[in-house]
């Protein structure tokens, strides 16, 4: 390269900044470089300073979906059979008119019902969903999709008991001396709370791991307790009766802040170490250890993740677990209390946002996806519009969702950044853009922040934006006719207003001005950041702890036994889990952040089945089977099968993924998917 030409390289190159907007707690502030119109490297800044400038090697890489040969670049109609992904290119104009005619004419044949929108918002923020397409599908009065794949049973117990108090926030983890991490995996799925993690062994906590899987590094653990999937909730309410039986109740504090707390000892006393810790087949001194070390410390924190949640005893594992600071009285200084999702502290105005209300027309679970598309007739879903979302992957009961998907007369169009296994069954495929190419705003779940991210380079093809579509078939369909949608900067001020909760700017000042300034805007609580009854109370009616929250939840606490113990399911004895890994953000991105998936059994499991490590199985039961290569590995506990959450079809051998062995059952309070219910069976393939 000549001197002129690497001058005007470097004259062309540019670092923009802009914050991730995928499904993690922590949500990172990026300075991506730019060169030449195209994004030559991501990395962390430190505009918010939980990123500290280190980001995941998932987002790191991000340029692989952004460039890849998997990425949507023009509309297209489907031209051979569904799931072949044969496909012709057609213009936007045409994409637009045949989506709103056939919406149309599903709408005026069989009501807006027979339209469901299909999507979750993990890896969106407040423009990108729940914005124009609310306005969209509330327009057309379609059946309400029911979010419940993950942090349902979770969101609710955080109402119910606490009113969604604001959370503990990463850096006073660093005050506490004992930590109970609780079906969470920072490691994988939440990395900048590492760092906090090992400042606070450097001090001299304790940190202590509740999980089926070894999964923090060497030296980090001081106590493990691999529970059987499920367990959970016997296991916490064990504690809480251990405590109880050794007098270590705080009862001044539940007397002062918590009402139905006598209840709960009631319901936790015949859980007895040896009756619990058969169901979570440990040892009960192991059970005892661990309460002991909780209540010994002070001040104690309790992380609880969503792998508690992942089961039919999800509402009562995710109950006692964040019951236990309570009762042990560990509230009231910097590093007590709990940490699960900060979203409720935003305090939402979700309809302000999409400028119309909710109706009330019918729910659908979207873990019953499956059953919805095959079974529902009053009136049945003719119409599917996917977005933000790959449920022939993600969903519960993989086999009946794919058959759905099959419909010949169900017309379905999916919007995406890249062929995933869902777009493969689209009638007509619209390109979406990526984090990188739109404008989004994007509220942290982990910690408190708000940032806007803002397109780095122009959009990849003929990809829109979720804004920008929606906007358009808004207007097709003559909902828009006098086009005053907020878009734009508009939308961006309604949904900064629409945020309730004490954000940087409540006074009245412009919010969206101090965005652009400061790149980012922090949640303004009393002092340097929320301390649970110190500064912070629960969002209750009356301020308290709803320990027993009979009137939202029939039966508080209830445990259900082991689907192994129900007639006929002794066949399959091994649970399986899905664990969140280093490779994918849910199923984004494991276009390329996997090329082989494989199960991992413990070793006295493989031995007992003749299994080699490396050698090909077939994992299985009554609903299918997947086949993959074996990993032994004593990472997990005897009993469980680990195959992970995100991978595609592609990514094993006979075409499935795990949950085509996960039945599509909910918990009972909430309506929470239960893939760690699944039991399966491994045998050579």
Same mark, same amino acid.
């Given at each position: 390269?000549?001197?002129?030409?690497?001058?005007?390289?470097?004259?062309?190159?540019?670092?923009?900044?802009?914050?991730?907007?995928?499904?993690?707690?922590?949500?990172?502030?990026?300075?991506?470089?730019?060169? #030449?119109?195209?994004?030559? *490297?991501?990395?962390?800044?430190?505009?918010?300073?939980?990123?500290?400038?280190?980001?995941?090697?998932? $987002?790191?890489?991000?340029?692989?979906?952004?460039?890849?040969?998997?990425?949507?670049?023009?509309?297209?109609?489907?031209?051979?059979?569904?799931?072949?992904?044969?496909?012709?290119?057609?213009?936007?104009?045409?994409? %637009?008119?045949?989506?709103?005619?056939?919406?149309?004419?599903?709408?005026?044949?069989?009501?807006?019902?027979?339209?469901?929108?299909?999507?979750?918002?993990?890896?969106?923020? !407040?423009?990108?969903?729940?914005?124009? &397409?609310?306005?969209?599908?509330?327009?057309?009065?379609?059946?309400?999709?029911?979010?419940?794949?993950?942090?349902?049973?979770?969101?609710?117990?955080?109402? $119910?008991?606490?009113?969604?108090?604001?959370?503990?926030?990463?850096? &006073?983890?660093?005050?506490?001396?004992?930590?109970? @991490?609780?079906?969470?995996?920072?490691?994988?799925?939440? +990395?900048?709370?590492?760092?906090?993690?090992? #400042?606070?062994?450097?001090?001299?906590?304790?940190?202590?791991?509740?999980?089926?899987?070894?999964?923090?590094?060497?030296?980090?653990?001081?106590?493990?307790?691999? $529970?059987?999937?499920?367990?959970?909730?016997?296991?916490?309410?064990?504690?809480?009766?251990?405590?109880?039986?050794?007098?270590?109740?705080?009862?001044?504090?539940?007397?002062?802040?918590?009402?139905?707390?006598?209840?709960?000892? &009631?319901?936790?006393?015949?859980?007895?170490?040896?009756?619990?810790?058969?169901?979570?087949?440990?040892?009960?001194?192991?059970?005892?250890?661990?309460?002991?070390?909780?209540?010994?410390?002070?001040?104690?924190?309790?992380?609880?993740?969503?792998?508690?949640?992942?089961?039919?005893?999800?509402?009562?594992?995710?109950?006692?677990?964040?019951?236990?600071?309570?009762?042990?009285?560990?509230?009231?200084?910097?590093?007590?209390?709990?940490?699960?999702?900060?979203?409720?502290?935003?305090?939402?105005?979700?309809?302000?946002?999409?400028?119309?209300?909710?109706?009330?027309?019918?729910?659908?679970?979207?873990?019953?996806?499956?059953?919805?598309?095959?079974?529902?007739?009053?009136?049945? +879903?003719?119409?599917?519009?996917?977005?933000? *979302?790959?449920?022939?992957?993600?969903?519960?009961?993989?086999?009946?969702?794919?058959?759905?998907?099959?419909?010949?007369?169900?017309?379905?169009? @999916?919007?995406?950044?890249?062929?995933?296994?869902?777009?493969?069954?689209?009638? +007509?495929? !619209?390109?979406?853009?990526?984090?990188?190419?739109?404008?989004?705003?994007?509220?942290?779940?982990?910690?408190?922040?708000?940032? !806007?991210?803002?397109?780095?380079?122009?959009?990849?093809?003929?990809?829109?934006?979720?804004?920008? $579509?929606?906007?358009?078939?808004?207007?097709?369909?003559?909902?828009?006719?006098?086009?005053?949608?907020?878009?734009?900067?508009?939308?961006?001020?309604?949904?900064?207003?629409? %945020?309730?909760?004490?954000?940087?700017?409540?006074?009245?000042?412009?919010?969206?001005?101090?965005?652009? /300034?400061?790149?980012?805007?922090?949640?303004?609580?009393?002092? /340097?950041?929320?301390?649970?009854?110190?500064?912070?109370?629960?969002?209750?009616?009356?301020?308290?702890?709803?320990?027993?929250?009979?009137?939202?939840?029939?039966?508080?606490?209830?445990?259900?036994?082991?689907?192994?113990?129900?007639?006929?399911?002794?066949?399959?004895?091994?649970?399986?889990?899905?664990?969140?890994?280093?490779?994918?953000?849910?199923?984004?991105?494991?276009?390329?952040?996997?090329?082989?998936?494989?199960?991992?059994?413990?070793?006295?499991?493989?031995?007992?089945?003749?299994?080699?490590?490396?050698?090909? @199985?077939?994992?299985?039961?009554?609903?299918?089977?997947?086949?993959?290569?074996?990993?032994?590995?004593?990472?997990?506990?005897?009993?469980?099968?680990?195959?992970?959450?995100?991978?595609?079809?592609?990514?094993?051998?006979?075409?499935?993924?795990?949950?085509?062995?996960?039945?599509?059952?909910?918990?009972? *309070?909430?309506?929470?998917?239960?893939?760690?219910? *699944?039991?399966?069976?491994?045998?050579?393939?």
């Amino acid at each position: 390269m000549s001197p002129d030409a690497k001058l005007a390289a470097a004259a062309d190159r540019h670092v923009a900044h802009t914050v991730c907007p995928l499904d993690c707690p922590d949500r990172c502030s990026l300075d991506v470089t730019v060169e #030449a119109g195209r994004v030559t *490297a991501i990395d962390g800044s430190r505009v918010n300073p939980v990123t500290d400038g280190f980001i995941c090697g998932k $987002v790191r890489h991000f340029t692989k979906r952004l460039y890849g040969p998997e990425r949507l670049l023009h509309p297209m109609r489907r031209t051979g059979p569904k799931g072949s992904g044969a496909f012709t290119a057609i213009s936007w104009d045409e994409a %637009i008119a045949t989506i709103a005619e056939r919406l149309a004419r599903v709408r005026s044949e069989r009501g807006g019902e027979a339209i469901l929108p299909f999507c979750y918002g993990g890896s969106n923020g !407040l423009l990108t969903q729940d914005a124009a &397409d609310a306005r969209l599908f509330r327009g057309l009065g379609a059946s309400r999709l029911l979010r419940t794949v993950c942090a349902e049973p979770t969101g609710f117990v955080a109402r $119910v008991l606490y009113g969604k108090m604001p959370i503990v926030d990463f850096p &006073d983890f660093e005050a506490a001396r004992f930590i109970l @991490v609780w079906g969470a995996n920072p490691r994988e799925s939440n +990395i900048h709370l590492v760092p906090y993690l090992k #400042a606070a062994k450097a001090k001299g906590a304790r940190i202590a791991i509740v999980d089926p899987r070894r999964i923090a590094g060497e030296g980090m653990v001081d106590l493990h307790l691999p $529970v059987w999937p499920g367990s959970d909730a016997a296991v916490a309410l064990a504690m809480i009766a251990h405590l109880d039986r050794e007098g270590r109740v705080d009862r001044g504090f539940l007397e002062r802040h918590a009402t139905g707390w006598e209840r709960l000892l &009631d319901a936790a006393r015949p859980w007895t170490l040896e009756r619990a810790a058969a169901a979570a087949r440990v040892e009960p001194r192991a059970i005892a250890a661990l309460a002991d070390a909780y209540a010994d410390a002070d001040p104690a924190l309790v992380r609880c993740g969503w792998g508690v949640e992942r089961n039919r005893n999800a509402e009562s594992a995710v109950a006692a677990i964040l019951a236990l600071p309570a009762i042990a009285g560990k509230f009231g200084k910097r590093g007590g209390g709990y940490c699960l999702s900060a979203s409720g502290s935003y305090r939402v105005d979700h309809d302000a946002v999409a400028g119309t209300p909710e109706p009330p027309t019918r729910p659908i679970n979207m873990n019953r996806l499956g059953r919805a598309l095959l079974e529902e007739t009053t009136p049945p +879903i003719q119409a599917l519009f996917v977005y933000n *979302a790959n449920p022939a992957a993600t969903i519960p009961d993989q086999g009946r969702v794919l058959e759905g998907l099959r419909r010949e007369d169900l017309f379905t169009v @999916v919007f995406e950044q890249v062929m995933t296994d869902t777009a493969l069954y689209a009638d +007509i495929l !619209l390109p979406a853009t990526t984090f990188l190419e739109h404008t989004d705003l994007s509220t942290a779940y982990g910690t408190y922040s708000v940032m !806007l991210g803002t397109p780095v380079v122009a959009p990849a093809g003929e990809a829109k934006s979720n804004e920008e $579509v929606f906007t358009l078939l808004g207007r097709a369909l003559g909902l828009d006719p006098d086009r005053r949608w907020a878009t734009g900067d508009a939308q961006v001020t309604q949904a900064l207003a629409a %945020i309730r909760g004490p954000l940087e700017g409540s006074d009245g000042t412009d919010r969206l001005a101090r965005l652009r /300034e400061a790149g980012i805007l922090r949640m303004d609580f009393p002092g /340097e950041a929320p301390v649970q009854f110190g500064s912070v109370f629960p969002n209750t009616s009356d301020r308290k702890i709803h320990l027993w929250p009979e009137a939202e939840w029939s039966r508080p606490y209830e445990v259900l036994p082991d689907p192994e113990e129900r007639p006929g399911r002794g066949r399959h004895p091994l649970a399986l889990i899905s664990p969140a890994t280093d490779r994918s953000i849910s199923s984004t991105l494991a276009e390329y952040g996997f090329k082989e998936a494989v199960v991992t059994l413990h070793p006295h499991d493989a031995a007992a089945r003749r299994l080699q490590d490396g050698g090909l @199985v077939r994992v299985h039961n009554d609903l299918g089977e997947v086949i993959v290569r074996l990993k032994v590995s004593d990472e997990v506990r005897p009993g469980v099968a680990s195959l992970p959450k995100g991978i595609w079809n592609r990514h094993t051998k006979n075409g499935r993924v795990g949950n085509t062995l996960v039945p599509d059952d909910i918990s009972a *309070a909430s309506g929470g998917a239960c893939f760690n219910d *699944a039991r399966v069976e491994v045998a050579m393939a």
